[in-house]
């Protein structure tokens, strides 16, 4: 054995055995020249504290209730495989609270306008749709339903509503409150961001009977039960029918300054919400499914200041759960006794937005420029220093547990390449003409400012490298931070030039609300990006029923996107927990949005 490959094999044994931090294994490794991939395949095996890895679900796993004549699991029965699969322990006590740490506030309690992880923090312990997320392979499962039936006509679905269901203020639930829900997401005035998948994929609609409701879909579609019932939340009929949509930001029920109208069929109520400060859900008793009866009195999301506040409420007892720890104190808090952290792949990725509305800038038309800027982003040390190899540098639009995942097939590889981005950028006619640093085109020169959210420490770090970057090839790039939901009103009035987020799909890869034409209102396409190339292959993807083939359109509609770049997605990002080792039978993971959570009906403290 060389005396390299012995310390190559000492330096993995001491990571492995946690004699090491992630920062000196990454530098040893990278010292001894060990390839990148082997490197966060090591890291990916020693994720800190993880729950059991969920497999990535591929194309081919066949969901009960989406062939011809079939029909889904039952409630009951999808719950007995849960307890299956997870490691549930029946808890030891009951009662008490769980509080959720979060750097930003709620924006809405109305159920149809939540579009932010944060509001869906409480919102999705409140409201449900018809179809909800299978934490254990992503896939669709039943949410308030008790089942589903598809025709042998392959798009007529019949949805069987729990007959014991209720609203929070006693109301039976009736399909009648699913019309009004459909009919709510559909109607413009509403503003829901899910407005276009619903539409795209949604023939036609009808009350059978009080517990039963149709929805037909346009062909059969692949992604049908996330992007129609999966989409619409389910809202009460009697507490929303009288009040004009338009208004419904700012009612009460929305604001939550009237408690009684904050009406919802989850496992939690609403109790109370103090801007600024904190929201609080509490059990609900009457819930009809009595195996997700929670266990804890209360959930409450207390806002803190920044992500340090989070982790220090987390260390002092005064927060139970922290979303998303820094990717520089993951090591540090998992070390620290009575805290553990859960790490995992996820949906999530960061990108950037630009605005290509000519009516708003004129900077971003030509693609050359957008591709010019990507060039010029060293995302691979945005991996390294800034995420401490918690994600990996994004290659396509498909993140990792997505089943149209395939680096190796974008035929584009964006590296860290400034000598190609000057190049591409004296092509689109932007030279620095007077020496000043700053190229220009047409008198203009090339200056623009990038939004981003307010007290996120890796959104500075990052923000402040690119603008290096980006001055290192001529352009002048200005970050603004701005509060959270002021960056909402932002990008929902189109007015910015560029700006950066973090999104999740689910893992059936449909991206069609985000880049297709139609999604630029009712959609998430702020970009006003359009190419009806990707339009016809989304359609394709969308009917397509053999897993690889449609596998193979997904791949083309990444590459396209990856040759346009209205967005610059930057990284694919791991997910780091922190929570309180009292808690009991957290199991979170990245599967779908929201797949965080899923578990807090069953979670219960020990004493």
Not at 45 to 50: W, Y
Not at 536 to 554: A, G, S
Request: proline share 6%; net charge negative.
């Amino acid at each position: 054995m060389s005396d390299r490959t012995e310390r190559v094999n000492e330096l993995f044994a001491a990571w492995h055995a946690r004699k090491i931090g992630r920062r000196q294994f990454i530098q040893g490794a990278t010292a001894l020249g060990v390839s990148s991939l082997a490197i966060q395949s090591a890291l990916r095996q020693r994720s800190v504290g993880a729950q059991e890895a969920t497999p990535s679900p591929g194309a081919a796993i066949e969901v009960p209730g989406t062939t011809p004549g079939s029909r889904s699991l039952t409630l009951a029965e999808h719950n007995q495989r849960l307890r299956q699969h997870f490691p549930y322990e029946e808890p030891a006590n009951t009662g008490g609270q769980v509080i959720y740490a979060s750097s930003s506030d709620l924006q809405t309690l109305q159920g149809l306008l939540i579009a932010d992880s944060v509001s869906n923090l409480i919102g999705g312990r409140i409201f449900e749709s018809l179809i909800a997320g299978n934490p254990i392979d992503g896939l669709p499962a039943p949410g308030l339903l008790e089942y589903w039936e598809l025709a042998e006509d392959g798009v007529t679905y019949t949805f069987h509503l729990p007959q014991n269901a209720k609203w929070h203020d006693g109301t039976p639930i009736t399909a009648e409150d699913v019309l009004f829900s459909y009919d709510m997401t559909l109607n413009e005035a509403v503003n829901t961001s899910y407005r276009s998948s619903v539409l795209d994929s949604t023939e036609s609609y009808r009350v059978i009977d009080d517990y039963t409701f149709e929805i037909k879909s346009k062909g059969r579609l692949v992604t049908f039960l996330f992007d129609s019932p999966g989409s619409v939340v389910i809202i009460p009929k009697h507490i929303w029918e009288s009040v004009p949509p338009e208004n419904w930001a700012n009612d009460p029920g929305a604001t939550g300054e009237d408690p009684s109208r904050v009406v919802g069929s989850g496992p939690f109520k609403f109790k109370e919400w103090v801007i600024g400060d904190h929201a609080t859900v509490v059990r609900n008793p009457d819930y009809y499914d009595p195996m997700n009866i929670p266990v804890i009195d209360e959930f409450i999301v207390r806002v803190v200041p920044d992500t340090a506040a989070e982790i220090q409420a987390l260390r002092a007892g005064e927060a139970d759960i922290i979303g998303t720890i820094a990717f520089s104190q993951v090591e540090d808090v998992a070390n620290t006794e009575g805290l553990e952290v859960a790490v995992f792949p996820t949906t999530t990725f960061w990108y950037y937005m630009y605005n290509l509305d000519p009516e708003k800038t004129t900077l971003f038309q030509d693609k050359r420029v957008r591709q010019a800027l990507f060039w010029a982003i060293d995302r691979q040390a945005i991996v390294d220093n800034i995420t401490f190899g918690y994600a990996e540098v994004a290659r396509g639009t498909q993140p990792r547990v997505s089943v149209g995942y395939a680096p190796d097939e974008i035929e584009t590889n964006y590296t860290y390449d400034p000598e190609r981005a000057r190049q591409l950028l004296e092509e689109a006619g932007w030279v620095d003409s007077d020496g000043d640093g700053v190229r220009e085109k047409d008198g203009q020169k090339f200056e623009v400012e990038w939004l981003s959210v307010a007290g996120i420490a890796e959104y500075e770090q990052m923000l402040a490298a690119i603008q290096q970057w980006w001055a290192d090839i001529g352009v002048a790039m200005t970050p603004t931070f701005i509060d959270f939901p002021t960056l909402l009103d932002r990008m929902d009035a189109y007015d910015f030039q560029i700006m950066n987020l973090a999104f999740s799909w689910n893992i059936y890869g449909d991206q069609g609300p985000m880049f297709r034409c139609d999604a630029y209102e009712g959609g998430f396409n702020r970009m006003k990006y359009c190419n009806p190339e990707w339009d016809q292959l989304d359609d394709m993807q969308k009917v397509e029923l053999d897993p690889e083939r449609r596998r193979q359109i997904l791949i083309q509609q990444a590459n396209i996107i990856n040759e346009d770049l209205p967005v610059g997605i930057l990284v694919f990002r791991d997910n780091r927990m922190g929570y309180n080792a009292r808690l009991k039978n957290f199991f979170p993971n990245g599967l779908f949005s929201g797949s965080e959570l899923w578990s807090t009906p069953w979670l219960w403290l020990e004493q």
